[in-house]
């Protein structure tokens, strides 16, 4: 999640006009107007704390987690 957020904080800044960015930093106010909460995210887990959760990382749970992490990231101030 942390990654993920940290990525496309990256990405954000880097696909915008550099004419922009003062209007993007003003969005940041805090930790969390760029990195998602953790509540209800897993922490890092073993391989087999992993494979017991997921299965592997092609599974329809694994995918969700994913697409969580990502709609938590798409409502942070920054990519509001």
């Given at each position: 999640?942390?990654n993920?957020?940290g990525?496309?904080m990256s990405?954000?800044?880097m ?5 922009q960015?003062p ?8 930790e969390?107007?760029v990195?998602v909460?953790f ?5 890092i887990m073993s391989?087999?704390?992993f494979v017991a ?7 329809p749970?694994y ?9 938590r990231?798409?409502a942070?101030a920054?990519?509001?």
């Amino acid at each position: 999640a942390a990654n993920n957020s940290g990525i496309r904080m990256s990405n954000r800044f880097m696909s915008a006009h550099r004419g922009q960015w003062p209007h993007l930093i003003r969005r940041i106010k805090t930790e969390q107007d760029v990195i998602v909460a953790f509540d209800g995210i897993p922490p890092i887990m073993s391989k087999d704390a992993f494979v017991a959760r997921f299965e592997n990382v092609e599974s329809p749970k694994y995918f969700a987690q994913l697409a969580e992490i990502e709609a938590r990231i798409d409502a942070l101030a920054l990519h509001r």
